[in-house]
C-alpha cells in the first residue's frame, strides 16, 4: 500500500499548493476537505470508504474544475493522484480483527446433570479387617 499513499501525499502537496512560494493555484475548500476524508479512511483501512471517498474527491475536483475555482493542471494533477491511489485500494476490508460475543439465549440452554453426591455413589466394601495396624 505504500506506493497509493505516496499518490494521497503527492494530492496533498498539489492540493495546498506546496509548490512553491509563487504557487496561486490552491484548491477550493470543498475538494481539500474531500481529500482530508480520503487520507482519514485510508488511514482506518477501510476500503469501501476510501473508494467512495476517492469518488467525491474526483466529483468535487472536476466540479471546481468547471466553474473556474481549479486550474485544468492542477484538476489534472488531482486526479492524476486519485486515479493512482484507487488502483491500489484493495478489494475488500479486511476481516475484523475482533468478533462479537453470543449472548445466551433462554431457549439455548442444554440440560446437565447435577454433581453426584455421596448418596448416589455405590456402597463399597470396607478394606481390610479393621485391625487398625495399616499395613
Known amino acids: 500500500m505504500r506506493r497509493p499513499l505516496a499518490g494521497l501525499l503527492l494530492a496533498v502537496c498539489v492540493v495546498t499548493g506546496c509548490g512553491g512560494a509563487g ?20 488511514a482506518a483501512r477501510d476500503w469501501p470508504a476510501v473508494r467512495q471517498a476517492l469518488d467525491d474527491l474526483v466529483r468535487r475536483t472536476l466540479l471546481a474544475r468547471r ?21 491500489g485500494v484493495p478489494a475488500s476490508s479486511p476481516a475484523p480483527t475482533t468478533r462479537p460475543t453470543a449472548s445466551p439465549s433462554p431457549t439455548a ?3 446437565v446433570a447435577p454433581a453426584p453426591t455421596e448418596a448416589d455413589e455405590p456402597a463399597r466394601k470396607p478394606r481390610g479387617k479393621g485391625k487398625g495396624k495399616g499395613r
Do not use: K, N
Request: no cysteine; proline share 2%; aromatic share 0%.
Open 67 to 87: 466553474s473556474g475555482e481549479l486550474s485544468e493542471a492542477h484538476a489534472d494533477r488531482i486526479l492524476a493522484a486519485a486515479a493512482e491511489l484507487r488502483s
Open 109 to 111: 440452554h442444554r440440560a
Open 23 to 42: 504557487t496561486t493555484d490552491r484548491a477550493p475548500t470543498v475538494v481539500v476537505q474531500a481529500l482530508s476524508r480520503v487520507d482519514s479512511e485510508v
